[in-house]
Structures are given as structure tokens and as C-alpha cells.
């Protein structure tokens, strides 16, 4: 990295806000009798379910609170369409996404029409080609090759003006159904199927792709297809739309139906993912079957899907799971690549990073920015440079938001597009130092802190002594968590940590335990690798953690999976060990800026006024102490009175004694360190015992007799060898209260 250095010690990702909210005797009563335990009750009270009908709502997940699907906008004159259409024996035409809410909401919909009897081809575009949102040279196709005469498009936006306009105007009607962000102008399709849809007032606007796709087949089957939940489970669950109301529901019951899934495709991807069944929850969907299905969009013709979900061939969905799960392990290579390179660009002198090189797969970009925001805490734009243009993704904190930082500069974009968190772009590879100029001055002009962190939102403090498998089980029944209740975050502080190794590729994460008292847990800390060295030494730790069950071997553990991690006190780490290597891009003491957080205390002065000139009026939040020390005066020690006596004793026999050549001869002979030797001599020297001339040394056997405490060089060697003790021997927190709290 350019600049100053990323830091390496342990710092928090996020800002913390503990939840101090207490519900009333009442409420845990209320909560007792259905079953919540009572960090269960907190949780729930401090989300915002505090009476009996909400409380009942939230555990039931009943299907019968779904709303009607007809409240949504131009619900009846899909259907009425789409009815025809059936009855006329059409060619129907669904459009779907290159992503799992894309793939599972056209497979919705791909199924409800086959149930009425219907003809229904699938098309997911590819985003290489294709792009996102209709696509004018695809719907001609399919027009003018496959006789399609009405098309649906699903998770597909609310866009595409000019392409649905040429197919209406070729008769072929267009039934746009969606949940993304409405734009200002409508395309003029034959129906718009939207939550958010101004023309209506549905009463739930967070529905999923997939969700819509489902209000669709429910009301043309006139009856809840339940079968068709497990795709909705994984659609909503990936797409990180929130999980509250209707959504909820869906999901809940989807996950119950996934883990019976009579899909033999779905069941093909759970098998090569060594999935346990009976344990299949939101973390499965979100950390196993959605990336799958992503990566295949991400890398490649994503329309496989479609047959993977929907199909009855046991060998093809069979091939079809094996080549998504290639795809995915594909996938991370290829993050992981682009994300060292772009970590190596990364310049921290500015307030926002723009990284763009030619050669990365723009499939994944999103991916890569995210990353690198999380370890980083900046916004970060990553783009691909293809035939001089730059195409990627950018991902912000809360602090600054992107599409207001970027709407006003439109003419420097090809396309651009996103939200306050997140954004797409194309821009001219020659615009690229402008788009980094105008997103520094947005952050200067508009004064924003940029050290100011997302939040982190910890929902209590955890005892490890009162944590048991069934704190968990009383958990799980406030899942399933995503998207606006999210899984209960825990503070976990007075701790020890032992045991700390690296685990996965390359040793990308951590493992270590956490002792409180007499109870201990494992923690895995994805992604925290490279700071095994740090987790092995740090004191003081707090840990946010969340709960997991474990199960490896027949037996099930509690573990606890690291959120995020923060030292109040400075860190000291102990590196002096030859064989520990210094992280990368720390500044010595010596050299380091009013603005270094993080230093390494290397090769140490030959004074210890200097050393503490170093430190003097600076404060650190890490130090890591190598203690390099050119000659090692602490192994040698200051000379004892045998020592001298017996050098002197030497010496004295010869009427000269050339130090220039028999140096080595005499260090040998007298078994003494020839830098403790030199040192000796010195001292002689300046006592007056012998003069050196042009490196020839005479004793003068005339001197009198004086102490060698009288030499100034044995007092400096004397405070030498203890300083050299302390920086050799001394704790790393010895070293550092001498620092700064002893007196010269």
C-alpha cells in the first residue's frame, strides 16, 4: 500500500452501541409463557415487540397473515392476462435475474404457469452480454424466433423503458413484476406488478423479488402454493431484503420445507455442500446455497439454474450442482486474487479509495469492495479497466452516501446507479482520477468524519458461565435473522484468550478459546488471520460475538463466531522472538507521523535517553517491540573484577601489545566477548593503565591505583547492559511503563 500504511494491530471494524433497554416484570412473564427464555425477552422487547398480539404474531409465523395478493398493483390485470394468454395456448416468455432472487423467482413463476397448463420458456440474461433489465435484441429473439407472445419479467427492475415499448409495440405484451427501487418514469408495460407502487397501497413494500413472483403464483392458483416456499426462503434470505411482516413468514416456513425439499437439484447442492438437513436455518441459505447460486451468475450463463431448481433429471441436477459448486470455489479464488491486489493499492491518505486495474472480473467487484470497506472502515470503489473503460461497484459507510456523492457528476459516468450504501458505475478509464478527486472533496467540503465507523448494535452483555445450548434454542425461536432482526449480537469483556491458531486456506481465519471463570468457549474469527500473532498476545480484549451450534463427530458444541473485536488500553505486542515476522507497512518510532496509531520499536538506540526521546510526547494505540540490538552488551554483561584482573594480568606480560591483529587472539584466550573486550580495554585506557597508540597497546606499570567504578565508560556500559536487559528481557509492558512513567 501507498501512503500511510494500513494498521495491522486489533481495531474495531464498527462503533458500538450496547442496548440498555430493560423490559418491565410483565413482559418477561409474557415471554416465560411462551417459551422465551429471558435474554430471548430483551432481545425481543429492545426490537420493538412488547405486547401480547405482536409477540404471538412474530413465534406463529402463520400463513394465513400473508396479505391478499390482489392489494398489489395491476395484480388483476396480470392474472386476467396471463389467464388468456393460458387459454390461447401462447408462447409466455419469463425474464428473470442473473442472481438466486432472479433464479428462484423465475423458477416461482416458471412452475405456476406449468401447474395451469401453460407453455413458459425462462430466460435469465447474462450479465456479460446481456446486462441488467430487459434487453431490447432478446426480447426480439425470442419475438421474432420463438413465437412469444407474452413476457414476465421477475427481479428484473422496474426499467428497460425502450425494450418493453418495442415489444408492446410488436403486440406482445410486457408484465413487469419487481421490488427494486422505482424510477420516476414508468415503462409503458401492459401491467406493473410493485409492493412499492404508488397506484396502490400494498401493506407490506419489502417484499423480494421472489416474494412478488410468489404473490403472482398465489393468486393465478388461487391458493398458497407452501411447495414453492423453499425457493422463496432463498431468495428473500439472499437478496437481504427485510425480514419482518410477510417476509418473515415466508422465510420461516420455507426453511421448515427446505429441509424436506423435494427438489432434487436443491437436494444435489445441500449433499456437495455436507449440509446437515435437520439443521438447515438462514445461515445455510445465506453462507451455502445463495453464494452458490450467485457465483454462477457472477462467473457465468446463470440459466442452469432454472433446471437445477425446477427440474425431475436426477443426473442433470446432479451435473448442474457440481458445476455451481465449481463455479463458487471459482468464485473465491478470484475474489480472494482481486482482493490482495487491490489491497496492495490501497492508499490511506485518502479519505476514500479508488481502485481500478485491468484484468479483474467485474462478476465479483461488489464482493471485493465490501471486503476491503470491512477491513479498511473506508468507502471503496473497485472497477475493472477493459477497452479504456472502468466498470465496478463501489461500497460506502454510513457516513458518506454514495449515490448523493456521485449523482451530481452523471457526465463523467457512462451508466451509473445505487443507493446510499452502494453503487454501480461505467466511466471513461480517463475520468478515474476525477471520480477519486470528486468523492475526497465531497468528503472534505462536506466536513464528514471519516473515522466515524458504521454501528455495530449489541444487544447484551454475555456471561459465559450462564451460556448453555439451550441459550441458543431459545434463541432460534426469534429467527429467522436478517435484514431488521438481526442475530443477537453479544459484548463479551474479562476474558482470557488462549489457544489461537489459524485455520482455512492459507490460514485466512482465526480459532482461539475464551476462558471466563471456569467456562470456556471456542471462537472462530473469520478473516482475522493475519492477526494471530496479535490475538495470541492482546490483553484486554472485548469481543462482540454471535452463537452457533457446532456439530463435528456426533457432537454438538456451543461456539461463538467473532462480529467484531476492540482494545480500549494500547496494545504491546511481543516480537522480538526471530522467528515472528512484523507486519507489513508499520513505521518505526523513530520515523513515525504525528498521525501514527500503530509503530515498531526495531533496532534500538545505543542510549536510553534517546529511546525515550522517541516516545517523549507521543502516544500510540499499538507498539510492537522487535528490539533489535546491534551489540548485545546484556549477554556479555559490564566485566567482572576476575575479568579485568585477568586481562590486566595478560596484558601486563608483553611490553606491547598490537590490538589491531591479536584482538581475536586474546578475546579466544581469555574467553571473553570481544565487544565486552574492547570495552575493557577502553576503560584502561581512560583510567590511564595502559596508552594505545596506532592500535599498539603498552602497559604503564607506573599507574596508580584506581577503581574501575571510576570509569565513565564502565558507568555507561553498566547502564547499557541494564537498559539492553530491559529491552531483551523485560515485558512487553515493563518496557512500556519505563517508557513512559520512569524517571531519567
Not at 171 to 181: C, E, F, K, N, R
Not at 623 to 640: D, H, M, P, S, V
Request: net charge negative; charged share 25%; hydrophobic share 40%.
Amino acid at each position: 500500500m501507498t501512503g500511510r500504511k494500513y494498521k495491522n494491530m486489533i481495531t474495531s471494524t464498527y462503533d458500538w452501541k450496547i442496548n440498555t433497554k430493560e423490559p418491565d416484570a410483565g413482559f418477561f412473564k409474557l415471554a416465560k409463557e411462551h417459551g422465551l427464555a429471558k435474554t430471548a425477552a430483551k432481545i425481543a422487547y429492545e426490537r420493538g415487540i412488547r405486547t401480547e398480539e405482536a409477540l404471538e404474531d412474530f413465534l406463529k409465523a402463520d400463513l394465513s397473515h400473508l396479505h391478499d395478493p390482489y392489494l398489489l398493483h395491476d395484480m388483476d390485470k396480470a392474472v386476467a392476462r396471463i389467464r388468456q394468454a393460458i387459454e390461447n395456448y401462447e408462447q409466455i416468455l419469463v425474464y428473470g435475474d442473473y442472481d438466486a432472487d432472479g433464479m428462484t423467482s423465475a423458477s416461482i413463476v416458471k412452475e405456476a404457469l406449468e401447474m395451469m397448463g401453460a407453455e413458459a420458456r425462462v430466460y435469465l440474461p447474462n450479465r456479460f452480454t446481456d446486462g441488467y433489465g430487459p434487453n431490447e435484441s432478446v426480447y426480439k429473439y425470442f419475438i421474432e424466433q420463438e413465437g412469444i407472445s407474452l413476457i414476465i419479467t421477475v427481479d428484473n427492475g422496474v426499467a428497460g423503458n425502450e425494450a418493453i415499448a418495442y415489444a408492446q409495440e410488436q403486440g406482445v405484451d410486457v408484465i413487469v413484476t419487481d421490488h427494486h427501487s422505482m424510477p420516476s418514469q414508468l415503462p409503458e408495460a401492459y401491467a406493473i406488478v410493485h409492493p412499492e407502487h404508488p397506484g396502490a397501497d400494498y401493506p407490506f413494500k419489502y417484499l423480494a423479488g421472489c416474494g412478488v413472483a410468489f404473490k403472482i403464483a398465489t393468486a393465478l392458483l388461487e391458493t398458497i402454493p407452501t411447495e414453492m416456499l423453499d425457493l422463496v426462503a432463498i431468495g428473500t434470505i439472499a437478496d437481504m431484503v427485510s425480514l419482518t411482516d410477510e417476509n418473515r413468514i415466508m422465510v420461516k416456513v420455507g426453511l421448515e420445507i427446505l429441509k424436506t425439499t423435494e427438489r432434487i437439484g436443491l437436494q444435489e447442492l445441500l449433499r456437495i455442500s455436507e449440509v446437515d438437513l435437520t439443521t438447515i436455518s438462514e445461515e445455510t441459505v445465506a453462507f451455502k446455497l445463495a453464494p452458490q447460486l450467485n457465483a454462477l451468475g457472477r462467473l457465468d450463463d446463470p440459466n442452469p439454474a432454472i433446471e437445477l431448481l425446477t427440474g425431475f433429471d436426477d443426473e442433470e441436477a446432479q451435473a448442474i450442482a457440481l458445476e455451481i459448486n465449481a463455479k463458487n470455489e471459482e468464485r473465491k479464488e478470484v475474489v480472494q486474487n482481486i482482493f490482495d491486489e487491490a489491497m496492495s493499492m490501497v492508499d490511506l491518505d485518502k479519505p476514500v479509495q479508488v481502485l481500478a486495474k485491468e484484468g479483474w472480473h467485474p462478476g465479483v467487484l461488489g464482493i471485493v469492495a465490501g471486503r476491503i470497506m470491512e477491513q479498511i472502515s473506508q468507502t471503496v470503489v473497485v472497477l475493472n479497466i477493459e477497452d479504456g473503460l472502468a466498470k465496478g461497484s463501489a461500497r460506502s459507510l454510513e457516513s458518506i452516501n454514495i449515490f448523493h456523492a456521485l449523482d451530481d457528476h452523471r457526465d463523467i459516468f457512462t451508466t451509473f446507479g445505487g443507493h446510499a450504501g452502494a453503487a454501480g458505475m461505467t466511466l471513461p478509464e480517463e475520468n478515474l482520477t476525477q471520480l477519486s478527486d470528486i468523492l475526497c472533496s465531497y468528503v472534505y467540503d462536506n466536513d464528514i468524519d471519516t473515522s466515524a465507523k458504521n454501528t455495530l448494535n449489541l444487544d447484551e452483555e454475555l456471561q459465559l458461565g450462564e451460556l448453555s445450548l439451550d441459550t441458543i434454542r431459545s434463541l432460534e425461536k426469534l429467527a429467522p435473522f436478517g435484514m431488521d432482526n438481526k442475530k443477537p449480537v453479544f459484548w463479551l469483556h474479562d476474558i482470557t484468550v488462549t489457544q489461537a491458531r489459524t485455520m482455512g486456506q492459507n490460514g485466512a481465519h482465526l480459532k482461539f478459546k475464551v476462558k471466563q471463570g471456569k467456562a470456556s468457549f471456542d471462537v472462530v474469527a473469520f478473516n482475522k488471520g493475519h492477526l494471530l500473532q496479535e490475538f495470541q498476545q492482546a490483553q484486554g480484549l472485548e469481543l462482540a460475538v454471535t452463537l452457533s451450534v457446532n456439530v463435528w463427530n456426533g457432537q454438538t458444541t456451543l461456539q461463538l463466531m467473532l462480529a467484531d473485536v476492540r482494545v480500549d488500553n494500547v496494545q504491546l505486542f511481543d516480537f522480538r522472538s526471530k522467528n515472528m515476522v512484523l507486519p507489513e507497512g508499520l513505521p518505526t518510532v523513530e520515523e513515525a507521523s504525528d498521525e501514527a496509531t500503530a509503530v515498531v520499536l526495531d533496532t534500538l538506540p545505543n542510549s536510553e535517553t534517546e529511546l525515550k526521546e522517541w516516545f517523549d510526547g507521543k502516544e500510540f494505540q499499538a507498539i510492537y517491540f522487535k528490539n533489535r540490538i546491534k551489540e548485545a552488551y546484556y549477554l556479555t554483561g559490564y566485566g567482572t573484577r576476575e575479568q579485568f584482573a585477568r586481562l590486566y594480568k595478560t596484558i601486563y606480560q608483553f611490553p606491547e601489545f598490537d590490538v589491531r591483529y591479536k584482538l581475536d587472539d586474546l578475546s579466544h584466550y581469555l574467553k571473553i566477548d570481544k565487544i565486552l573486550l574492547i570495552k575493557m580495554i577502553q576503560i584502561f585506557d581512560e583510567l590511564g593503565f595502559v596508552t594505545i597508540d596506532n592500535g599498539v597497546m603498552t602497559v604503564n606499570k607506573e599507574a596508580g591505583k584506581r577503581d574501575i567504578e571510576e570509569s565513565k565508560i564502565f558507568q555507561d556500559l553498566k547502564r547499557l547492559v541494564k537498559f539492553q536487559e530491559l529491552m531483551a528481557l523485560g515485558t512487553p509492558q515493563e518496557i512500556y511503563d519505563w517508557l513512559y512513567n520512569q524517571e531519567q
